[in-house]
């Protein structure tokens, strides 16, 4: 072995290299790209993307699969026939891949035109409150977004100018699609069971049992995530706690409280929900995705879930997939259901085409590009009304969102409450539904993020 | 009279000259190795987001990782995985490799070839692979149900007292091997002589192994040890594909807080802290093993 006279005497040169690499980086981490200062409305808007000179637009979205990737293709095509004078460079990369890499390029000195940011704090927040996303109030006043979009949709992508404020001050970004989380469920079953869809949430809770009782799987759920039963808790709150008071909380605003006798209330009734074996065996090891699928093979009555699992669903459950909204505590009750939108396009404060980013965020977003949306079976976030569509799976989804937008019952995914809340909140419920804690100790957990967060920002 | 002096020297005096050879290479070190660790251990020092400019905050990071409940269970995790990534293997490849090489096994090479071969596979085909096998209604479960154990079936990896064993023998699956094969490595190189001259002296086969075979290899066991043990210290991608750290945070272990924070919260600063801390805890563990079995050596 060597002889540990000669180790130690290379010891310090390394330390002194190590010492040199660190003198070499002794600023602040962030210092060499210092932000653009959000700059306020550009002063004078061109519309006419015609007019703007070559341009190359560099695009980063996350619609790599089936139809997302389909209608992503067919509008930029279009959009490079209308105007040849825009070059589109489309960088294309899943949710995760783009999530993670987002916050480096759009650090550095180059970043893309136009990116898919995440709604949340801890993205689209984040990247506003170091001023890296451009205001686009003054377009939406001169393409007339605002006539476009429901109020209910757009404040999922706004901010204050110092991003501590979600939900209101500025518009940061235009989704192409919406999402809303309901009740899927299998009408060949419902019919063997003697049961119809349910009007009420009682309903829902009685034909819960019925399945049950006759050795069915009455919802089917995969919890080993983390994150599916945010979406089973969300729609349980929705029949106990008003809709104002859930929206206050998603967005994180100071005064909300989850220590409430409704939310209680709530993840009592998700706790009801185990005891009375309404969810699969071992449902906390069992992934989303197979447990969507089994549903889709036929085992399970209620799957609640997001819309966008429609066009897999309906492949694979064909005419026998039926989607409502959460019935509510009565059947005439004003609809309230977890739900939102897909990422929103943003435009970034150092493009130097923030005109032309504009002018390619409208044309993915208009009128004609909800239709090319639909026929690629995506659910389009806007004129959702105006589309037609056989009926089916496809239409109960397309009426469960138009009624749910235009009554302004579309809650907010409580992930979105604080930066760390997905985390809090997936790990709790895991430990609701195991049972591990109480619901007061559930809440207490959930409070205590809250807390933290809201009284700090 | 020049050349008279530097044959008079050992090669590389004086000192300066040696260096002057090594900076190329230390060059390239300091760039790729050294800057990044500098870089990490300077973030660590910051309250940053990873977008804005970051504000000094001294040995705060450092101080959360002690206060954190949640990451102190995090470092205990990646200990208890240390017994199923290194431990166990360890003991099972010894018990393997003595039989192995004792018996003179027919096609040896095609049986080390796969009890090697875990170590091939990607990790991240290895953990999707072993979720389906812990599913609910997986291959684990179907087992035990055709042995008429139903009762013992559940969500492996969903259930809060089975997930972190769970995770743990996947590891034990992918690192015997390696042990195995480093180990018989070992052992065929030992003279078979001194098998002989303890036959002689009446030892049995398991005085045999304890007496000639365990000794022998005890450098193969420093290394075995040193990868295992770093491989179980800085498990990330198995956790991260196969329960995210759930059910709860039952199974989260150093590694994948570093990316969790990082990417997932934008808490760049205190990422780089847990990072510091892990490298320097595997690197005082494998410091601690190797010297440990130099000192046997001599």
């Known amino acids: 072995m060597t002889p540990s006279t000669r180790r130690s005497g290379r010891t310090p040169a390394i330390a002194l290299l190590a010492a040199a690499a660190l003198a070499l980086t002794a600023c602040a981490p962030g210092s060499s790209a210092p932000p653009a200062p959000p700059s306020q409305a550009p002063s004078a808007v061109r519309t006419d993307a015609a007019a703007l000179g070559d341009v190359t637009l560099t695009v980063w979205d996350q619609e790599v699969r089936g139809g997302q990737a389909a209608q992503m293709k067919q509008l930029n095509d279009a959009f490079q026939a209308k105007y040849p004078n825009i070059k589109l460079n489309r960088v294309s990369r899943s949710f995760d891949d783009l999530n993670t890499t987002l916050r480096l390029a759009l650090s550095g000195n180059e970043p893309p035109d136009v990116v898919e940011a995440n709604n949340g704090r801890s993205s689209m927040g984040a990247f506003v409150k170091a001023g890296q996303l451009l205001p686009l109030d003054a377009y939406a006043d001169a393409y007339g977004w605002k006539r476009r979009y429901p109020e209910s949709v757009l404040r999922y992508s706004r901010y204050s100018a110092d991003g501590k404020l979600f939900g209101e001050g500025n518009l940061y970004g235009l989704p192409q699609v919406g999402e809303v989380v309901g009740v899927f469920y299998n009408k060949a079953k419902l019919g063997k069971l003697g049961l119809r869809p349910p009007a009420t949430w009682a309903d829902f809770e009685t034909a819960l049992g019925t399945a049950k009782t006759a050795g069915e799987v009455p919802l089917q759920l995969g919890n080993l995530d983390k994150w599916p039963a945010i979406h089973v808790f969300g729609t349980v709150q929705g029949r106990h706690v008003p809709a104002d008071q859930i929206s206050a909380l998603a967005f994180g605003r100071k005064g909300a409280s989850w220590t409430t006798p409704e939310n209680t209330a709530a993840a009592e009734q998700l706790v009801g929900w185990v005891d009375k074996g309404y969810f699969g065996k071992g449902f906390n090891g069992q992934g989303y995705d197979p447990a969507w699928q089994a549903f889709g093979k036929g085992e399970g009555v209620f799957l609640i879930a997001g819309t966008w699992l429609l066009a897999d669903l309906e492949k694979a459950l064909g005419d026998d997939l039926g989607f409502m909204l959460p019935p509510g505590v009565s059947a005439g009750a004003a609809p309230v259901a977890t739900g939102g939108t897909g990422l929103p396009f943003a435009i970034t404060a150092k493009s130097p085409h923030p005109d032309a980013a504009a002018a390619y965020v409208d044309f993915i977003t208009s009128a004609d590009a909800m239709k090319v949306l639909t026929s690629t079976g995506n659910l389009p976030v806007a004129e959702t009304g105006q589309q037609s569509v056989q009926a089916g799976p496809q239409q109960d989804v397309f009426t469960a969102f138009g009624t749910v937008t235009g009554k302004d019952g579309l809650v907010p995914y409580l992930d979105y409450a604080t930066p760390t809340f997905a985390d809090t909140l997936g790990a709790a419920l895991q430990d609701l539904l195991a049972k591990k804690v109480t619901p007061q100790e559930f809440l207490a957990t959930l409070e205590k993020d809250y807390k933290t967060f809201t009284e700090s920002n | ?298």
């Open chain 2, 1 to 298: 009279m020049a050349r008279g002096r530097a044959a008079g020297r050992p090669p590389g005096e004086p000192r300066r000259v040696a260096y002057l050879y090594l900076l190329p290479a230390l060059v390239v070190y300091a760039a790729f190795l050294l800057f990044p660790i500098g870089r990490a251990v300077q973030f660590s020092l910051y309250d940053w987001d990873g977008l804005s400019v970051g504000r000094w905050a001294g040995l705060d990071n450092y101080a959360a990782i002690i206060a954190d409940e949640g990451l102190r269970d995090a470092f205990g995790h990646a200990l208890v995985l240390v017994v199923f990534y290194a431990l166990i293997p360890l003991a099972v490849g010894l018990a393997l490799a003595a039989v192995l090489n004792h018996a003179k096994v027919r096609g040896l090479g095609f049986f080390r070839t796969v009890v090697f071969l875990p170590q091939v596979v990607a990790m991240v085909v290895v953990a999707v692979a072993w979720r389906r096998v812990y599913a609910p209604d997986g291959t684990l479960n179907a087992l035990l149900g055709a042995l008429g154990l139903e009762s013992l079936t559940r969500g492996w990896l969903g259930d809060y007292a089975f997930a972190l064993p769970a995770v743990g023998v996947v590891g034990t699956w992918v690192e015997t091997g390696l042990v195995t094969v480093l180990l018989l490595a070992g052992m065929s190189r030992v003279p078979p002589d001194l098998y002989e001259a303890a036959r002689l002296d009446g030892a049995g086969a398991v005085r045999e192994f304890f007496a000639v075979t365990l000794p022998s290899v005890r450098g193969e066991i420093a290394v075995a040890l040193t990868l295992t043990v770093i491989a179980a210290l800085r498990t990330f991608d198995l956790v991260y594909v196969t329960t995210r750290g759930g059910p709860g945070t039952s199974t989260t272990v150093p590694s994948y807080e570093v990316y969790h924070r990082a990417f997932g919260l934008g808490q760049v600063g205190s990422a780089a802290a847990v990072g510091v801390t892990l490298a320097l805890l595997i690197f005082v563990i494998s410091f601690g093993i190797n010297r440990f079995a130099d000192r046997g050596l001599t």
